[in-house]
């Protein structure tokens, strides 16, 4: 498995939006890429700060979407949201466990 975590703030009093447009329009389109197979969303709206992480079967898959350009897409509409770009870092499974 390989994780992509894209680390991002948002501008003041935006962050329910942000988290809005992730769900409604990131999340769906997601779930059809080749190669995806969870996200989680989590962050602090008081201090308007999150971590989207993403996880593939494969770094290949990743790169793909990446790659494609459909990364790039989806995160167009949160130009206006984010208050700089995000720091995203992609890193292989080294340990997973589910309870």
Known sequence: MFIRALHFEVKQDRFDEAVGVFR?????????????????LTGDAAQNKGILYSMW?????????????????????????????????GYPSIFDREF
């Open 24 to 40: 409604n329009t990131v999340f769906p389109e997601l779930e059809k890429e080749p190669g995806f197979m969870r996200v989680i």
């Open 57 to 89: 079967q494969t770094e290949a898959h990743a790169q793909q979407y990446v790659e494609s350009g459909e990364a790039a897409r989806l995160l167009a509409p949160f130009t206006e949201l984010f208050d700089q770009p995000p720091q995203i870092v």
